[in-house]
């Protein structure tokens, strides 16, 4: 049997073996990626070698945008300047990040030396963003990590990593396993199955740990220097962010990393935005990143996408009341009719309500993104949400945050009611 036939054969035996296992209820599939999930299943047994299972997985499934080398390389100068001028420390490594000479064969030609395609600057944004702000990891934790190309990158590129672990879906970690296996032949991947607790996993040494995310519970608490999650929160249900945020927090991490949609169109969010804000965490982080739009992410997508990297304060370390007074200091500074930026205040509004959720904060964003938007961002309805779950918001201010949460929802069911699209949205 060739290498190739006994990695997707072990690939398959890992996926039969997960696929039927029972999925707790925050984390069922949203309605895009049971289309996607489907999609996977009915194609997983009719590959005859790993590359066609990765070019499938590159051209078919809906975890990347890739586009044509011949589409798309009059842009590739400027994709690698925006990198250069967003991390000029990298400037060694970057020229060495580059593609997998197994990726789909139309998406890659020779750039500068090494092979490349136009999604791999985009999957060195992600990783350079994490490998130059989060001092020597050795562990990293990958929430919905894809096919494996980050996973890739760190494990070739940092010397200080002992582990990288990657949760979920068995379809999305049946291309991952084989595109890992195939690209780094040797490595010690552990697929994770029932039975086996953290201590087994934590002590078994594997370079990377596969974990279906049905079994998410079992690596729970585990320790790791950074956990990160691009592109994949985004289009979760609201219980599975919720799900995510509440895993994270009891993790025993330092760093946090998030490049996810915001301040999409409520009508988006059927269209790959499932959920009114992600990521969700408590006021235990200090932010250390908050942006819109890296300059190589508005390069690629004409959507928002918020960047965020956290630290974690150490257990009191920091009081409520301090919390309150750095919350109360953002809404100082965004509360001038001079003051608004628009994106960049309301970035800031938002670290603010994860701080301390005040009434004044609640009202300000509500302000913003209702009425300074020629759109109703999604993000409106969770802020509507907070301020009617608040004791403290008055009886004026409620009626008000009531009626435009219905305005937003019926906006929202309208667009649910519309038909599912039996070919992929994006």
């Keep these: 049997m060739s290498n190739s036939a006994s990695v997707l054969d072990l690939a398959r035996r890992h996926y039969s073996a997960s696929v039927g296992l029972e999925y707790p209820e925050p984390l069922r599939p949203s309605v895009r990626w049971s289309h996607w999930s489907k999609l996977a299943a009915n194609a997983i047994?009719?590959?005859?070698?790993?590359?066609?299972?990765?070019?499938?997985?590159?051209?078919?499934?809906?975890?990347?945008?890739?586009?044509?080398?011949?589409?798309?390389?009059?842009?590739?100068?400027?994709?690698?300047?925006?990198?250069?001028?967003?991390?000029?420390?990298?400037?060694?490594?970057?020229?060495?990040?580059?593609?997998?000479?197994?990726?789909?064969?139309?998406?890659?030609?020779?750039?500068?030396?090494?092979?490349?395609?136009?999604?791999?600057?985009?999957?060195?944004?992600?990783?350079?963003?994490?490998?130059?702000?989060?001092?020597?990891?050795?562990?990293?934790?990958?929430?919905?990590?894809?096919?494996?190309?980050?996973?890739?990158?760190?494990?070739?590129?940092?010397?200080?990593?002992?582990?990288?672990w990657m949760m979920d879906f068995p379809e999305s970690l049946f291309f991952a396993e084989t595109y890992l296996r195939s690209q780094l032949p040797g490595i010690d991947v552990l697929y994770v199955t029932s039975g086996q607790t953290l201590q087994d996993i934590e002590n078994s040494g594997a370079r990377i740990v596969l974990c279906p995310v049905q079994l998410a519970e079992t690596l729970r608490g585990g320790a790791s220097d950074v956990i990160i999650n691009c592109g994949s929160m985004q289009e979760m249900t609201d219980q599975a962010v919720v799900y995510w945020g509440d895993w994270i927090e009891a993790s025993r991490t330092s760093y946090f990393y998030s490049l996810n949609y915001f301040l999409q169109p409520i009508q988006q969010l059927r269209g790959g935005s499932a959920n009114w804000l992600c990521p969700r965490l408590g006021a235990d982080w200090d932010c250390l990143v908050s942006r819109l739009d890296p300059p190589l992410v508005r390069l690629q997508s004409w959507r928002h996408f918020r960047?965020?990297?956290?630290?974690?304060?150490?257990?009191?370390?920091?009081?409520?009341?301090?919390?309150?007074?750095?919350?109360?200091?953002?809404?100082?500074?965004?509360?001038?009719?001079?003051?608004?930026?628009?994106?960049?205040?309301?970035?800031?509004?938002?670290?603010?309500?994860?701080?301390?959720?005040?009434?004044?904060?609640?009202?300000?964003?509500?302000?913003?993104?209702?009425?300074?938007?020629?759109?109703?961002?999604?993000?409106?309805?969770?802020?509507?949400?907070?301020?009617?779950?608040s004791p403290d918001i008055g009886a004026t201010e409620r009626q008000q945050l009531q009626a435009l949460l219905d305005e937003l929802m019926l906006v929202a069911k309208e667009e649910h009611t519309t038909l599912i699209p039996s070919t992929p949205l994006f």
């Design 45 to 164: 047994s009719s590959f005859d070698d790993a590359r066609e299972a990765i070019c499938f997985a590159q051209r078919r499934m809906g975890f990347e945008h890739r586009f044509s080398a011949a589409e798309s390389l009059g842009r590739w100068n400027a994709y690698e300047r925006a990198l250069l001028d967003d991390f000029p420390s990298q400037s060694d490594l970057l020229p060495l990040l580059g593609e997998s000479y197994l990726s789909h064969p139309d998406t890659v030609t020779f750039f500068r030396g090494r092979p490349m395609s136009s999604i791999m600057f985009w999957q060195a944004h992600e990783f350079l963003a994490v490998f130059s702000r989060v001092p020597n990891p050795a562990r990293v934790v990958e929430i919905g990590g894809g096919y494996g190309t980050l996973a890739r990158l760190w494990t070739s590129n940092c010397p200080s990593l002992s582990s990288y």
């Design 307 to 389: 960047e965020l990297l956290y630290e974690r304060v150490p257990q009191d370390a920091r009081s409520v009341e301090q919390q309150q007074f750095l919350a109360a200091q953002i809404l100082a500074a965004s509360s001038g009719a001079s003051a608004i930026a628009r994106e960049p205040g309301v970035l800031e509004l938002f670290e603010a309500l994860r701080l301390s959720g005040s009434t004044a904060v609640i009202l300000r964003l509500a302000e913003i993104l209702g009425s300074l938007y020629d759109y109703r961002p999604k993000e409106l309805v969770y802020v509507c949400r907070r301020g009617l779950e």
